[in-house]
């Protein structure tokens, strides 16, 4: 083996022989690596067992729902607790460092209520929607559906029957448009797919 490349200065650009690096759609992207980094995009990026979904079932996405409707709970309640206190502590008077004391318990005490009450309402739909795709083994806009419309009448059953009717149907109505708009969202094709499945 000649020693002939360690007299030679280093180089980062391509080779300029003849064959397939020298043509100029092969030329390597990496001058570290010497290849074109293009050819390694061929594959999909996730790898998938036989016959599995390629999409995340609901019991993957209950975790990302629950988390971040309490958060908006969490953040619409601290927007409506610092309302309050700004009100209440301007009609009681108060300045300086109480003033700042009850703002921060107006705003965490109901910043904690409305968190736990939008993480309260994520946990009933998210284990309805999980039940239903399992008893009927597929999950589709029916289950979503059905899953909003039980998630009011547990959340309001201890209200008695004419609330918990009210919470049903705002849960039944809240998921009806949900389905419509990502149904809607997905164009006339889906929308005639939707017609053909449960009409």
């Known amino acids: 083996m000649s020693d002939d490349f360690l007299s030679k200065p280093l180089s980062f650009g391509a080779p300029q022989s003849s064959g397939i690096a020298a043509s100029p759609q ?8 010497n290849y074109d980094t293009r050819y390694l995009q061929t594959q999909p990026e996730f790898i998938f067992p036989e016959g599995a979904s390629k999409q995340r079932g609901r019991f993957e996405l209950a975790f990302s729902q629950i988390g971040s409707s309490a958060m908006i709970g969490a953040c619409i309640g601290g927007a ?11 009609l009681a008077n108060q300045t300086g460092k109480l003033r700042r004391t009850q703002l921060l318990n107006h705003v965490m005490k109901q910043g904690a209520a409305t968190a736990n009450t939008f993480g309260t309402i994520a946990v009933m739909y998210s284990a309805f929607g999980v039940l239903l795709q399992y008893a009927r083994g ?6 979503t559906i059905a899953a909003g419309g039980a998630t009011g009448l547990l959340y309001k059953s201890t209200a008695g029957l004419r609330k918990c009717a009210i ?16 149904v809607a969202g997905g164009g006339t094709k889906k929308l005639s797919d939707l017609k053909s499945q449960f009409l």
Do not use: C, F, H, K
């Open 26 to 33: 092969l030329q390597p992207l990496s001058p570290y690596l």
């Open 167 to 182: 919470g049903g149907g705002i849960g039944l109505a809240l998921t009806s448009m949900y389905v419509l708009w990502s």
């Open 138 to 143: 597929e999950d589709d806009e029916i289950n």
């Open 80 to 90: 409506g607790g610092l309302y309050n206190g700004m009100n209440a502590t301007r």
